[in-house]
């Protein structure tokens, strides 16, 4: 499936990834002949198949509602700006 | 406002209610609101590269109770899927929520309106985790910061179809929303402080029309009130721009408490695409037939249960009961102090709605936390029943209960001296005098002006410093005046 | 005294025992052997220091007659996409250059309960996004076997210090083969669990259904004493098994009489093996069969698909599991100072290399709207095929055989220009990971030519029966000695 240059920038922003101009021409090559290539699972009739969507058949487990001292802050120590108890980010308006 | 201008509005509501558990949906941090910033947080919730979620049993329980006194389908097997965006607040650049089978689905609730009651659908109840607070005013202009401690608390979100046609109608539901997560102890309803919180779709259309108009939907609503300010005002902006000939945009709009108007989110609005799918990292929540059947069973109290009995076996008046069931603390209340007097529920239903709720008003725990026990208001009430003390005294009494100078209704009566004298000789001594004294009064009386009686007994039972039943008083003057 | 470096985990824990040996000692050597093979460039953070204390609290316990069992002592490595507490965690990003982890993996706990001492964290590509090394922000990863070529990927800094005598025995994780590729390039003996086998909890995720974590060591009997330590129920990942542990070392001796060994017509068929390595494989199969196994024909007929499946699927997670990495909470933060929309942009744009941003874009577009039926549900279909394929071959067999690759480790930059062929060289690999069976490489012979290669041997196993491959691993490595091959120092001479 060919894939086109806007298309490659539209989901650039999605994952918000920054890409030059070289690299969204290589992109879109790339996703293209990717796309090309999974092309061949079409031709497999999966209308009766339920999708795996894991590797695991249980039921997920689940925890008692029991607190845990939290470390709290500690695990904020890579923050790469924190004003206070505040992680700081660029203003942003609502 | 359901037949405006020739147009009708229609309103669904998203309600995201915060569940009252101790611990986090996927971790074991406290849900506790008020904490210094960031210090609920651990590597889970706040999205540390190889953290794991595990979900909280307490959160699936309440939501499958709430799913349960709506009338829900309980989805025995429910996924959790992740929705994709990027935002400060949100740790992981998703949102562990449910999408193509939540939880709960196909409930209703029944709203009542000037006496109309009208059912609303609720389309789905669902599970998800909450995201961090994005704060805006801090010591540096140019920059936004952001607390954790919320991010996993876990939320119902639940979704009504588009069935209201009025703001009216949008709060009232909420009312009975909220009144039911309380009864479940599932939810303490504090829309300040964002436990309960409100989103809103709104559309217009002519009346007549089946098609929807284009909807916009109403964020950032927090109380009642602003629901129903923020609900009329979008209605208004809408049937204006519709009846200029103009297109309703569909936007989000927020609701601003001090322009008191709701005006597009100034965000760059981007084309949301959030990308559901499954989560790899938890497996299918299944609620087996066991657990199931046991929450079926343990089912609570619920408000349509104290309105019918109020309403239906009680027979109080309409207000007393819509309080007594909106305000879950003072039902109880009200129960409590009944079950002390069980011949009288008006006469307690009415103290409780004036005297307990003005005592209690502001009170942190409400009704709970009143000074005057409930048993003790229901012997006070009792007093006045069997004629020991009148209203008045009664009331007084309340107030020495109310400031804790006394607990025992019947002592405090007594050292206030408000028994009433049970003195027929003394009565009637007082009507006699009074009635030769107030010439002017009882001729009026006579001429057919009969309200004058009031003040008649007023003058005997000041003569008798109130300490007698006015009841008894108006009978007596009654009786020798219409002789 | 064999060199040290040329020791097993099996044999170094036997003279421990004895007191042959001292943990520093042994540690000391791997921490020499990892400055004199620099050039292989598979670490990323040599843990020197630390490593020399835990192994003198190791000397401790032994003195004291608490030693606590056959890895207290034994020099490890760490895939470094796998965290321990206040040692940097990279995953081989830019992105997560300076990120220090806040606590233990799971299997990392449990390796230090059993008392092994923690020497290094390893080189990977980026995120575990790669079959080569050369996707690794801190440069590509060498094959100790020639330097010119690769170590395979994503685990290619864990093969290549075993292979090399850097530690005697490493954690890894398998997404797509990135276990038991780099094991087979390297000549080192790799398993890939069955998914829930080994938690998750701290591994820095790639794609969340197919990720686990596994040992790689110099024999499968090494392999079976790093699994009795890593392996089991951790109530912190949802996904892990519920499951009792066997002792996994007691199967290694266990033989082959009667064990149903199956070889996939489609692997052999679509791979385009090189001559050298079905050769080796066959030669392998051979010995099992010599050894009692009962060899059969099986088919596992949606092999060709799963190459497709896997990328959808394993990109589209993954576009969800990198989203994390945003610069707001940990991790290295580009601010252009065009506020919050900018800073976004450039730090993903800028922390993340090519191949990363390929699969995330490749992900984000699958599951994009109006695309997700097509793309990502019809592959979780195709995924239920793929599972159901090994599930009707286990009906007729006990274990199945066959390469890992089709080639000997390839040179460093032969695959780099087209993304797509090198995803293809995972073909044998990647329905492992699909069906949610177990997989393990072995040794199982080298290639013809100056520089030989190794080539391995792949044995897949049903769900949580990972004895039956250590069973067959094991007497393989009893009847050859291919395990026993070193590399040539320099990455240049004979072996």
């Given at each position: 499936?060919a894939?086109?240059?806007?298309?490659?920038?539209?989901?650039?922003?999605?994952?918000?990834?920054?890409?030059?101009?070289?690299?969204?021409?290589?992109?879109?090559?790339?996703?293209?002949?990717?796309?090309?290539?999974?092309e061949q699972l079409?031709?497999?009739?999966?209308?009766?198949?339920?999708?795996?969507?894991?590797?695991?058949?249980?039921a997920?487990?689940?925890?008692?509602?029991?607190?845990?001292?939290p470390?709290?802050?500690?695990?904020l120590?890579?923050?790469?700006?924190?004003?206070?108890?505040?992680?700081?980010?660029?203003?942003?308006l609502? | 406002?359901?037949d405006?201008r020739?147009?009708?509005?229609?309103?669904?509501?998203e309600?995201?209610?915060q569940?009252?558990t101790?611990?986090?949906?996927?971790?074991?941090?406290?849900?506790?609101?008020?904490a210094?910033?960031?210090?609920?947080?651990?590597?889970?919730?706040?999205?540390?590269p190889?953290?794991?979620?595990?979900?909280?049993?307490?959160?699936v329980?309440?939501?499958?109770?709430f799913?349960?006194?709506i009338?829900?389908?309980?989805?025995?097997?429910s996924?959790?899927?992740?929705?994709n965006?990027?935002?400060?607040?949100?740790?992981?650049?998703?949102?562990?929520?449910?999408f193509d089978?939540?939880?709960c689905?196909?409930?209703?609730?029944?709203?009542?309106?000037?006496?109309?009651?009208?059912?609303?659908?609720?389309?789905?109840?669902?599970?998800?985790?909450?995201a961090g607070k994005?704060l805006?005013?801090g010591?540096?202009?140019?920059?936004?910061?952001?607390?954790?401690?919320?991010?996993?608390?876990?939320?119902?979100?639940i979704?009504?179809?588009?069935?209201?046609?009025s703001?009216?109608e949008?709060?009232?539901?909420?009312?009975?929303?909220?009144a039911i997560?309380?009864?479940?102890e599932?939810?303490?309803g504090?829309?300040q402080?964002?436990s309960?919180?409100?989103?809103?779709?709104v559309?217009?259309?002519?009346?007549?029309?089946?098609?929807l108009?284009?909807?916009?939907?109403?964020?950032?609503?927090?109380?009642?009130?602003?629901?129903?300010?923020?609900l009329?005002?979008?209605?208004?902006?809408?049937?204006?721009?519709?009846a200029?000939?103009?297109?309703?945009?569909?936007?989000?709009?927020?609701?601003?408490?001090e322009?008191h108007?709701?005006?597009?989110?100034?965000?760059?609005?981007?084309?949301?695409?959030?990308?559901?799918?499954p989560?790899p990292?938890?497996l299918?929540?299944?609620v087996?037939?066991?657990?199931?059947?046991?929450?079926?069973?343990?089912r609570?109290?619920?408000?349509?249960?104290?309105?019918?009995?109020?309403?239906?076996?009680?027979?109080?008046?309409a207000?007393?009961?819509?309080?007594?069931?909106?305000?879950?603390?003072?039902?109880d209340?009200?129960?409590?102090?009944?079950?002390?007097c069980?011949?009288n529920?008006?006469?307690?239903?009415?103290?409780v709605?004036?005297?307990?709720?003005?005592?209690?008003?502001?009170?942190?725990?409400?009704?709970?936390?009143?000074?005057?026990?409930?048993?003790a208001?229901?012997?006070?009430?009792?007093l006045?029943?069997?004629?020991?003390?009148?209203?008045a005294?009664?009331?007084?009494?309340?107030?020495?209960?109310?400031?804790?100078?006394?607990?025992?209704?019947?002592?405090?009566?007594?050292?206030?001296?408000?028994?009433?004298?049970?003195d027929?000789?003394a009565?009637?001594?007082?009507?006699?005098?009074?009635?030769?004294?107030?010439?002017?009064?009882?001729?009026?009386?006579?001429?057919?002006?009969?309200?004058v009686?009031g003040?008649?007994?007023?003058?005997v039972?000041?003569?008798?410093?109130?300490?007698?039943?006015?009841?008894?008083?108006?009978?007596?003057l009654?009786r020798?005046?219409?002789? | 005294?064999?060199?040290?470096?040329?020791?097993?985990?099996t044999?170094a824990a036997?003279?421990?025992?004895?007191?042959?040996?001292?943990?520093?000692?042994?540690?000391?050597?791997?921490?020499?052997?990892?400055?004199q093979?620099?050039?292989?460039?598979?670490v990323?953070?040599?843990?020197?220091?630390?490593?020399?204390?835990?192994?003198e609290?190791?000397?401790?316990?032994?003195?004291?007659?608490?030693?606590?069992?056959?890895?207290?002592?034994?020099p490890?490595?760490?895939?470094?996409?796998i965290?321990?507490?206040?040692?940097?965690?990279?995953?081989?990003s830019?992105?997560?250059?300076?990120?220090?982890?806040?606590?233990d993996?799971t299997?990392?706990?449990?390796?230090?309960?059993?008392?092994?001492?923690?020497l290094?964290?390893?080189n990977?590509?980026?995120?575990?996004?790669?079959?080569?090394?050369?996707?690794s922000?801190?440069?590509?990863?060498?094959?100790?076997?020639?330097?010119?070529?690769?170590?395979?990927g994503?685990?290619g800094g864990?093969?290549?210090a075993?292979?090399?005598?850097l530690?005697?025995?490493?954690?890894?994780?398998?997404?797509?083969?990135?276990?038991?590729?780099?094991?087979?390039?390297?000549?080192?003996?790799?398993?890939?669990p069955t998914?829930?086998r080994?938690?998750?909890y701290?591994?820095?995720?790639?794609?969340?259904?197919?990720?686990?974590?596994?040992?790689?060591?110099?024999?499968?009997g090494d392999?079976a004493?790093?699994?009795?330590?890593?392996?089991g129920?951790?109530?912190?990942?949802?996904?892990s098994?519920?499951?009792p542990?066997?002792?996994?070392?007691?199967?290694?001796?266990?033989?082959?009489?009667?064990?149903?060994?199956?070889?996939?017509?489609?692997?052999?068929?679509?791979?385009?093996?090189t001559?050298?390595?079905?050769?080796?494989?066959?030669?392998?199969?051979?010995?099992?069969?010599?050894?009692?196994?009962?060899?059969?024909e099986?088919a596992?007929?949606?092999?060709?698909?799963?190459?497709a499946?896997?990328?959808?699927?394993?990109?589209?997670?993954a576009?969800?599991?990198?989203?994390?990495?945003?610069g707001v909470?940990?991790?290295?933060?580009?601010?252009?100072?065009?506020?919050?929309?900018?800073?976004?942009?450039?730090t993903?744009?800028q922390?993340?290399?090519?191949?990363?941003?390929?699969?995330?874009?490749?992900?984000?577009?699958?599951?994009?709207a109006?695309?997700?039926?097509?793309?990502?549900?019809?592959?979780?279909?195709?995924?239920?095929?793929?599972?159901?394929?090994?599930?009707?071959?286990?009906?007729?067999?006990?274990?199945?055989?066959?390469?890992?690759?089709p080639?000997?480790?390839?040179?460093?930059?032969?695959?780099?220009?087209?993304?797509?062929?090198?995803?293809?060289?995972?073909?044998?690999?990647?329905?492992?990971?699909?069906?949610?069976?177990?997989?393990?490489?072995?040794p199982?012979?080298?290639?013809?030519g100056?520089?030989?290669?190794?080539?391995?041997?792949?044995?897949?196993?049903?769900?949580?029966d990972?004895e039956?491959?250590?069973?067959?691993?094991g007497?393989?490595?009893?009847?050859?000695?291919?395990?026993?091959?070193r590399?040539?120092?320099?990455?240049?001479?004979?072996?």
């Amino acid at each position: 499936m060919a894939i086109g240059s806007e298309q490659v920038l539209h989901i650039a922003a999605l994952a918000r990834l920054e890409l030059g101009a070289a690299e969204i021409a290589e992109m879109q090559r790339d996703l293209g002949a990717i796309l090309d290539y999974v092309e061949q699972l079409r031709g497999l009739d999966v209308a009766d198949v339920e999708p795996m969507t894991h590797a695991a058949t249980l039921a997920t487990p689940l925890r008692d509602d029991a607190v845990v001292t939290p470390p709290g802050a500690a695990a904020l120590a890579n923050a790469p700006a924190r004003a206070g108890d505040l992680v700081a980010v660029p203003r942003f308006l609502e | 406002m359901n037949d405006h201008r020739g147009f009708e509005s229609v309103i669904g509501l998203e309600v995201h209610a915060q569940l009252l558990t101790r611990s986090k949906i996927f971790c074991g941090c406290p849900t506790a609101f008020g904490a210094t910033p960031n210090s609920h947080v651990c590597p889970v919730c706040l999205g540390h590269p190889g953290a794991l979620p595990v979900l909280n049993r307490a959160a699936v329980e309440h939501a499958v109770r709430f799913g349960l006194a709506i009338g829900c389908r309980i989805n025995q097997r429910s996924v959790f899927a992740r929705k994709n965006y990027f935002y400060p607040d949100l740790p992981k650049g998703y949102q562990i929520s449910q999408f193509d089978r939540p939880l709960c689905e196909h409930g209703q609730l029944v709203v009542d309106v000037d006496g109309q009651p009208r059912p609303i659908g609720i389309i789905r109840v669902h599970l998800e985790e909450d995201a961090g607070k994005n704060l805006h005013q801090g010591s540096d202009p140019s920059r936004s910061y952001v607390d954790y401690n919320r991010a996993g608390v876990p939320l119902a979100e639940i979704v009504s179809a588009p069935d209201l046609r009025s703001p009216a109608e949008a709060v009232a539901y909420l009312r009975e929303l909220r009144a039911i997560l309380i009864y479940l102890e599932s939810c303490d309803g504090n829309m300040q402080e964002g436990s309960f919180r409100c989103d809103a779709n709104v559309s217009v259309r002519p009346v007549g029309q089946s098609a929807l108009g284009t909807r916009t939907e109403l964020k950032n609503i927090n109380s009642f009130k602003f629901v129903a300010q923020a609900l009329e005002h979008e209605i208004e902006r809408q049937i204006d721009v519709l009846a200029d000939g103009g297109q309703v945009e569909q936007e989000t709009r927020l609701w601003d408490e001090e322009a008191h108007r709701t005006r597009p989110m100034r965000g760059k609005e981007e084309s949301h695409d959030y990308r559901y799918f499954p989560d790899p990292d938890l497996l299918p929540l299944v609620v087996d037939d066991g657990w199931l059947e046991r929450l079926r069973r343990e089912r609570p109290l619920l408000p349509a249960d104290r309105r019918a009995r109020l309403q239906g076996e009680l027979g109080l008046p309409a207000p007393d009961v819509a309080m007594l069931v909106e305000d879950k603390a003072l039902g109880d209340y009200f129960e409590a102090a009944l079950s002390r007097c069980p011949g009288n529920p008006r006469a307690v239903a009415n103290w409780v709605v004036n005297d307990v709720q003005a005592l209690v008003k502001n009170a942190v725990g409400g009704a709970a936390a009143c000074p005057v026990a409930p048993d003790a208001l229901g012997a006070l009430i009792g007093l006045v029943d069997a004629g020991v003390v009148a209203s008045a005294g009664a009331r007084q009494v309340f107030f020495e209960l109310a400031a804790g100078r006394a607990s025992d209704p019947a002592v405090a009566a007594r050292a206030l001296g408000v028994e009433l004298v049970d003195d027929s000789a003394a009565l009637a001594a007082a009507v006699d005098q009074v009635i030769a004294s107030s010439g002017a009064e009882v001729d009026k009386y006579r001429a057919g002006k009969k309200q004058v009686i009031g003040y008649l007994v007023g003058q005997v039972l000041r003569r008798l410093g109130g300490k007698v039943d006015p009841k008894q008083v108006n009978e007596l003057l009654r009786r020798r005046l219409d002789a | 005294m064999t060199s040290l470096d040329d020791l097993s985990l099996t044999e170094a824990a036997a003279l421990l025992e004895r007191r042959a040996l001292t943990s520093r000692e042994l540690t000391a050597a791997c921490l020499a052997r990892a400055e004199q093979r620099r050039s292989l460039n598979s670490v990323i953070a040599l843990l020197a220091d630390r490593a020399m204390v835990e192994a003198e609290d190791s000397d401790r316990r032994r003195a004291a007659g608490a030693a606590r069992g056959p890895l207290d002592g034994i020099p490890l490595g760490v895939k470094d996409n796998i965290l321990l507490a206040g040692v940097p965690a990279t995953a081989g990003s830019n992105i997560l250059r300076r990120h220090v982890a806040a606590y233990d993996a799971t299997a990392v706990e449990r390796l230090r309960r059993a008392g092994a001492v923690l020497l290094a964290k390893l080189n990977l590509d980026e995120f575990g996004m790669g079959s080569s090394n050369e996707n690794s922000a801190f440069g590509p990863c060498r094959n100790p076997w020639d330097e010119s070529r690769t170590p395979g990927g994503s685990s290619g800094g864990a093969a290549a210090a075993v292979a090399a005598g850097l530690c005697l025995g490493c954690l890894g994780t398998d997404t797509g083969g990135s276990i038991r590729q780099p094991a087979a390039f390297c000549g080192v003996s790799g398993l890939r669990p069955t998914y829930g086998r080994v938690s998750r909890y701290g591994v820095i995720a790639f794609a969340s259904s197919l990720d686990q974590v596994g040992p790689l060591g110099r024999s499968a009997g090494d392999v079976a004493l790093l699994m009795n330590a890593i392996a089991g129920h951790d109530p912190r990942d949802s996904t892990s098994a519920p499951r009792p542990v066997p002792d996994f070392a007691a199967a290694i001796g266990r033989g082959v009489r009667g064990l149903r060994v199956g070889l996939p017509r489609e692997y052999f068929e679509l791979g385009g093996c090189t001559a050298d390595v079905a050769a080796a494989v066959r030669d392998a199969i051979a010995v099992l069969e010599a050894a009692g196994a009962r060899v059969s024909e099986i088919a596992l007929p949606h092999t060709r698909y799963a190459i497709a499946c896997y990328y959808l699927i394993a990109t589209a997670e993954a576009s969800s599991n990198l989203a994390r990495y945003d610069g707001v909470r940990y991790g290295d933060r580009v601010d252009p100072g065009r506020g919050l929309a900018e800073l976004y942009l450039a730090t993903r744009g800028q922390g993340f290399g090519a191949e990363v941003k390929r699969r995330i874009l490749l992900g984000t577009f699958v599951l994009s709207a109006g695309y997700y039926d097509a793309y990502y549900r019809r592959a979780q279909q195709v995924r239920t095929l793929i599972s159901r394929d090994f599930e009707q071959a286990f009906a007729a067999v006990d274990v199945i055989a066959a390469p890992i690759a089709p080639t000997p480790a390839f040179a460093l930059g032969e695959k780099t220009a087209d993304p797509l062929t090198m995803y293809l060289s995972d073909i044998f690999t990647i329905s492992v990971n699909l069906g949610g069976v177990c997989g393990m490489s072995v040794p199982c012979g080298l290639s013809a030519g100056p520089r030989p290669l190794p080539i391995g041997l792949q044995l897949i196993g049903r769900p949580f029966d990972e004895e039956s491959v250590l069973a067959a691993a094991g007497a393989l490595q009893e009847a050859t000695d291919w395990h026993r091959r070193r590399p040539p120092e320099g990455g240049s001479g004979r072996p």
